[in-house]
């Protein structure tokens, strides 16, 4: 974009949001780049999961009416027990194809509604739970050409609404939680007790709050839970329902967790061949105490939290460690991207997460980079013209772009006469390392392809193009696994360092990179990942591998 097309467009940007107060910075040297997709997909992207074809599942709920997207060969919807309407003609989920930029409709049956899920073993999406009608529902979503929604009746054993879900080394989905539910279950189900009591859910309950729902789940790298809510945490040994650590508070204690929206990753695990690996949890961003009532009974919004919260939670003493954001943030997302850094994007500068809620939005997504010392490790990056509030979702793309889109704080579809209208549109992220003048270094994988299978504690070579001399140091093999976005939470998220074993020069501008599979399911569990080269923190494009 040349310099005057630049001032024009800011110039435009501020006419628009000019009624509408925003956190936004303009800054000549912010990166990254912003790309609107579509201007319409007919519904809100309220959750979003990437497939191994390339192509994004998207959902809202049924209850918000009708769409802007009609189901195909005049396909109607007939639900008695739908709160909206009993009968509807239009879509509230989606397939959207990553390569042609295209979409078609799909048809939930029931509610999806603040819903959970995550992609098993084969590929499958399998969702769970919602609202009303689909509070006890399993769906499944094969990736096809020609696939829709499969439901399977009472899947799970409780009423699942604001849950979280894991996969585990066994293949198995634990769902944590949900509003009113202080326990957990599996799925698919198993010969033992239906549902397993947690009472650390009970005590991260706030009178008149919750501030505990969606739970941040990630699995520790020994195969026990850690679960976070609220504003602290436990590692869960899960087959014996035995709390086996408990953590200390985070620093002043503000909540973190729904509807006290902040978002959590599990930063990228490193030396994997190592007796003992370390992980650590970063927690971003929330709403004070307090927010939510402020916001519901008096109008008043709160300004969010501005900081974040790391711990080792392998050490045998974990401590948080306090860091502090350029721009507060309450339902913000948190994506781990190829080269390990953490991009925070979407959210409100005040308020918290429900019905009109959020004030002030936060336009300017954040770089992370995890490995920075303290107090360089956050960059502010270019702002949307979109402001992305409740029920917002980002993904991450094998091409290395993040996918944007949803926010919906209104009841129902609502496009006039409100402060934030539902949002329609998708738009994508290219990080830096995405601009053209790094594609003399932008590595190229010519080997394994696309769908390779690896075997745990594999050795594998990576055959890769790169221009001119790669330093060992310089070059590394990553693995992401795809997650399950929604209500600022990336389900099943992981990112596996693989390294470099060894690199060696074939020919000119070939390279084998010699690296070890994850050793087991623990670390990594089985399943689809997205395989990229690091070349001095340029991204190659990824391939799909099933890990098994």
């Known amino acids: 974009m040349s310099a005057p097309t630049f001032v024009f467009s800011i110039l435009i940007f501020q006419v628009l949001f000019a009624s509408q107060p925003c956190q936004r910075i303009l800054a000549a040297a912010a990166e990254g780049q912003w790309q609107l997709l579509q201007k319409s997909i007919g519904i809100s992207a309220m959750h979003m999961q990437l497939l191994r074809n390339d192509r994004v599942v998207m959902f809202d709920r049924t209850d918000f009416g009708l769409s802007k997207l009609p189901l195909p060969n005049g396909k109607c919807r007939y639900d008695p027990r739908d709160t909206a309407l009993k ?22 049956q029931t509610d999806v509604w603040c819903s959970s899920g995550a992609v098993v073993r084969n590929g499958n999406l399998v969702q769970t739970g919602g609202f009303n009608d689909g509070e ?19 899947g799970l054993a409780v009423r699942r609404w604001y849950a979280s879900n ?36 009970s005590e991260t309950h706030d009178r008149q709050a919750e501030n505990n729902l969606y739970p941040f789940l990630f699995l520790n790298v020994d195969g026990n839970l850690f679960i976070f809510a609220n504003n602290r945490a436990i590692l869960l040994d899960y087959m014996k329902n035995k709390v086996v650590k408990t953590y200390p508070t985070i620093p002043g204690g503000e909540p973190r967790s729904y509807p006290s929206t902040g978002s959590a990753v599990l930063l990228p695990l490193k030396n994997l061949k190592a007796p003992a690996i370390e992980a650590e949890v970063l927690v971003c961003g929330g709403a004070p105490k307090g927010s939510f009532f402020q916001a519901k009974f008096k109008k008043t919004f709160m300004g969010a939290l501005n900081t974040c919260a790391r711990i080792k939670i392998t050490d045998p003493n974990p401590q948080w460690v306090m860091e502090t954001m350029p721009l507060a943030r309450v339902m913000g997302d948190m994506v781990l991207l190829p080269n390990g ?3 925070v994007i979407n959210g409100a500068g005040s308020g918290t997460a429900g019905w009109e809620f959020g004030r002030n939005p936060v336009l300017n997504p954040i770089m992370y980079k995890p490995d920075n010392k303290i107090g360089t490790r956050f960059e502010t990056q270019n702002p949307t013209r979109i402001p992305r509030l409740y029920h917002s979702t980002a993904a991450l793309l094998r091409d290395g772009r993040v996918l944007v889109g949803g926010s919906n704080p209104n009841v129902y579809y609502n496009f006039t006469g409100v402060l934030f209208p539902t949002e329609l549109s ?18 190229t994988i010519i080997a394994p392809k696309s769908m390779s299978g690896i075997k745990y504690g594999q050795k594998l070579t990576v055959q890769v193009v790169i221009a001119g001399e790669v330093p060992q140091n310089q070059v590394s093999v990553t693995m992401v696994a795809p997650p399950f976005n929604t209500h600022s939470f990336s389900m099943n998220q992981r990112l596996l360092v693989l390294g470099n074993d060894k690199v060696t020069s074939t020919e000119k501008s070939m390279y084998n990179i010699d690296v070890t599979a994850p050793r087991s399911g623990k670390i990594a569990p089985a399943g689809f990942y997205l395989l990229f080269v690091v070349h001095t923190g340029i991204p190659s494009k990824g391939i799909w591998v099933k890990l098994q």
């Open 136 to 154: 006890r529902k399993v769906r499944v979503f094969s990736p096809c050409r020609t696939c829709d929604w499969q439901e399977l009746p009472n």
């Open 341 to 343: 850094n953490v991009l």
């Open 87 to 108: 009968v509807d003609c239009t879509a509230h989920s989606l397939e959207y194809d990553v390569l042609t930029n295209k979409f078609r409709a799909l048809m939930v």
């Open 166 to 201: 894991h996969i585990l080394p066994d293949g198995r989905q634990i769902v944590v939680g949900g509003r009113r539910q202080f326990n957990y279950e599996f799925v698919p189900k198993t010969i033992t007790a239906n549902t397993f009591n947690l009472p650390f859910l």
């Open 426 to 443: 998708l738009e994508a992220f290219s990080p830096a390392y995405l601009d053209a003048k790094f594609n003399n270094i932008r590595p």
